[in-house]
């Protein structure tokens, strides 16, 4: 669908809908995750948005986690329009060492102080799921209580497509 709006594009998003904002009963983990939307913070159960201000962010917490996301969204913005940056931005999104994660990880070690959190990491290879942690190699283990298979380092706090 077209909108009627020929600007909309330039103008600030709408606010996420609420059918798309966590409503678990318990307080979960949370994921920091880009999913193409502004807030990268999802529950680990149910993969939506846990709202920001539910966690009673420091406002360099908040600039951390917003340069971060820019950042991330940035790079995987190069990576999907598949053109000559294509194969530099997978190389950043899927080495665990990269800039783009390491500042993740560190985000992540941060939120931790006020819930636990993990980190997001997709791997580079697209058709087989991991079975070893991209960044201490030691076993993931499985992680069955949300709405799809997810794979967990509890070492390195890192959480994956499982």
């Known amino acids: 669908m077209v909108s009627p709006d020929p600007y909309f594009k330039l103008r600030p998003p709408q606010p996420t809908p609420e059918d798309e904002i966590c409503k678990c009963e318990d307080v979960k983990p949370i994921k920091l995750m880009q999913a193409l939307g502004y807030n990268p ?18 406002e360099s917490l908040v600039e951390d986690i917003a340069e971060w996301a820019r950042l991330y969204q940035a790079i995987d913005t190069l990576w999907l329009d ?10 950043q999104l899927s080495d665990i060492d990269s800039p783009v994660n390491q500042r993740g990880l560190d ?36 992680y069955r209580q949300g709405i799809f298979p997810q794979l967990i380092c509890e070492s390195c706090k890192i959480i994956m497509a499982g």
Request: proline letters at 9%; a negative charge; aromatic letters at 10%.
């Open 41 to 58: 913070l999802h529950c680990i159960d149910c993969n939506l948005e846990v709202p920001p201000e539910s966690l009673a962010l420091s």
């Open 82 to 91: 598949s053109g000559a940056y294509e194969s530099w931005a997978k190389d």
């Open 107 to 142: 985000v992540r070690k941060k939120l931790e102080r006020i819930r636990p959190c993990y980190y997001w990491y997709e791997s580079a290879d697209d058709f087989e799921a991991a079975t070893i942690c991209p960044s201490c190699q030691r076993p993931l283990t499985p």
